[in-house]
């Protein structure tokens, strides 16, 4: 019986050995983030009349997908191009080379044109977000440093800035609906082209329509530039970017204004 008892019980380890291996997630070559690089996330939001498909160079190496305007990469988030996720590129310090290229029309990897080029100085063991607005020789850039700390259970927490190149200051708005507008509550006030805000907590769970219009418009439906309802922008202990881009006075897309969203954490 001692006898049986052992096989038996070896019998049970190994096939329990053998269950387990069958759920290892086999995820390809990973490499760990270390403290002498940095986080850069880029949001592209350059709106030309053929939303060109583009891809984005660091330091003359093809780092993304073929994108379109308003999407931030990696990850992207809600009103946007690309996935929601909070995903960002791991990169190393010092001076940093971004690049907004044209694949050729047969994308064979190479450039057919360069729409944009710049430089940043990046800091090891900090998080970034690169912001792309605007077009041609009028393309702009703002480099945002974040913060990935959490708010604490039951909120969420934003920043805001405003993309919109002939929208020279804009105000931030959430209320119930789109076209109710009475119980619109100011979230951010005067915030001018290219800035973004201080950090704004909410309360999360809730189902808001957020609302652009320009710095000290009256509150009607007339003067909103954009608007966006999404439960998902209100989600538990999230960290957000809202941004507003695209050009008052254009209807049709993908010119035309927008506020979107992407998750920093």
Same mark, same amino acid.
């Given at each position: ?174 209320? #119930? &609906? *789109? $076209?109710?507008? %009475? ?8 915030? +001018?082209?290219?800035?973004? @805000? ?21 509150? #009607? &439906? *007339? $003067?909103?530039? %954009? ?8 989600? +538990?202990?999230?960290?957000? @970017? ?24």
């Amino acid at each position: 019986m001692k006898i049986f008892s052992n096989l038996f019980a070896s019998l049970f380890i190994a096939m329990a050995l053998a269950g387990c291996t069958k759920n290892v997630l086999d995820y390809g070559e990973t490499e760990k983030l270390t403290g002498d690089q940095a986080l850069l996330k880029v949001n592209y939001a350059s709106y030309y009349y053929n939303n060109r498909a583009i891809a984005i160079k660091i330091n003359d190496k093809r780092v993304s997908s073929v994108i379109t305007a308003r999407t931030p990469f990696p990850g992207g988030g809600y009103n946007t191009g690309g996935s929601s996720t909070a995903d960002f590129l791991a990169v190393s310090p010092g001076n940093l080379k971004l690049s907004i290229i044209l694949p050729k029309k047969k994308d064979d990897g190479t450039d057919s044109v360069v729409l944009y080029s710049t430089t940043f100085q990046i800091e090891a063991g900090k998080n970034y977000v690169a912001h792309i607005t605007d077009t041609a020789a009028n393309t702009k850039n703002v480099l945002t440093q974040e913060s990935f700390i959490r708010p604490d259970t039951a909120y969420c927490k934003y920043r805001f800035i405003n993309l919109m190149p002939n929208v020279p200051s804009v105000d931030l708005y959430y209320g #119930t &609906s *789109a $076209t109710d507008n %009475a119980k619109d509550s100011l979230i951010a006030g005067n915030v +001018n082209y290219l800035n973004i @805000t201080n950090e704004i907590t909410l309360r999360s769970a809730q189902s808001k329509t957020w609302k652009i219009r320009p710095a000290g418009a009256a509150i #009607t &439906s *007339a $003067t909103v530039l %954009a608007n966006y309802t999404s439960a998902s922008t209100f989600l +538990n202990k999230r960290v957000y @970017t809202i941004f507003a881009s695209g050009y008052s006075g254009i209807t049709t897309a993908p010119r035309r204004p927008y506020v979107s969203f992407f998750l920093i954490r």
